[in-house]
């Protein structure tokens, strides 16, 4: 997905510096931003933001719907170009048309894994099907290392089993969690599951202590290392945990999206689709959009006109870095 904003921000974001930890968990809010155009469906973004920029090496979070597409068109996002992340898509309900600039053409369906790497650089389009009548998931970023930041593109689908842990079934993406490993290969550690939480129930799961986490709620009450969490709300715990307890506290099955990872400890600068090392990276990546380069490729099938990189803002950039926890 893109990164739709007239001016996005332009950012310097480097991980905090990371001690001794409590379980202590963060709610991070999240804000709404409309995907294109007067009719456009809305997504609410948890990451980046002020409170923090980065949970492990989880970059970017959007969770969308359920949007019903007879009133906003659905998801229509034009041929736009990527560096230096890999894109996670996951849906709970719908179907998005995906193709890129390999020549990748492929179907996001609920419950199936589609990661795109996007290297030194990628384009791709996003339109939501003729069968889909509600729209509704998750659109995710990963920052790539800096050993990995040039590496080629690449595109993966999986689809994971969903297993039973006490009062959860937990369908694991990326990474490991419960006893079950994704085989999609990530550049740092990281976990990526979809839970789905039975009525009233708590649901203890064993994780790595060297990963910090974050849990979106899509709905539902969740209360996580005891802390509740609402729809749409993000929750953050970091380093130091060998266990994480969450709680439904509805009388209806809960939803949540678990990410986590080791802290990302390099500093990156994202702005609009891009993530590189510095300014000049930007700069050039942006160019060689504007100059419809080989770098970004071509995105062939889609009707219409690629996305248009905004102006670059007259800004320096200044070190972001996420708060020290104590």
Request: aromatic share 6%; charged share 20%.
């Amino acid at each position: 997905m893109s990164n739709v904003e007239k001016d996005p921000t332009e950012l310097r974001c480097a991980a905090s510096d990371h001690g001794e930890q409590v379980a202590q968990v963060d709610v991070l809010s999240a804000r709404d931003v409309p995907l294109g155009g007067p009719r456009a469906m809305t997504v609410r973004r948890t990451l980046p933001q002020r409170a923090r920029t980065l949970i492990g090496a989880w970059c970017f979070v959007d969770h969308y719907g359920p949007d019903d597409v007879a009133g906003t068109g659905g998801m229509d996002v034009a041929p736009h170009p990527h560096t230096g992340l890999q894109t996670v898509s996951w849906l709970f309900s719908g179907e998005i048309e995906h193709r890129d600039s390999m020549g990748s053409h492929a179907l996001v369906r609920p419950g199936e894994l589609n990661l795109m790497t996007s290297g030194y650089g990628i384009s791709h389009s996003e339109v939501s099907t003729t069968r889909t009548t509600i729209l509704h998931g998750v659109q995710l970023w990963v920052a790539l290392p800096e050993e990995h930041r040039h590496t080629g593109r690449d595109f993966r689908h999986y689809v994971p089993r969903p297993i039973r842990v006490g009062g959860a079934e937990v369908s694991v993406f990326l990474g490991s969690l419960a006893g079950d490993t994704s085989p999609v290969r990530t550049f740092t550690p990281l976990l990526g599951a979809e839970l789905v939480l039975e009525p009233r129930s708590t649901t203890t799961l064993e994780t790595d202590p060297g990963f910090e986490h974050g849990l979106l709620v899509d709905h539902g009450d969740v209360r996580m290392a005891g802390t509740l969490l609402h729809p749409a709300e993000l929750g953050y715990l970091g380093t130091g945990n060998t266990t994480l307890t969450l709680t439904n506290e509805t009388d209806t099955a809960a939803r949540a999206v678990l990410l986590g990872g080791t802290p990302f400890e390099e500093q990156i600068v994202m702005w609009w689709n891009f993530i590189g090392r510095s300014h000049e990276d930007i700069v050039e990546a942006r160019e060689a959009w504007q100059n419809a380069s080989d770098r970004l490729g071509r995105v062939d099938g889609y009707d219409g006109d690629r996305l248009p990189a905004p102006a670059l803002p007259n800004a320096t950039i200044t070190p972001r870095k996420n708060p020290t926890r104590h």
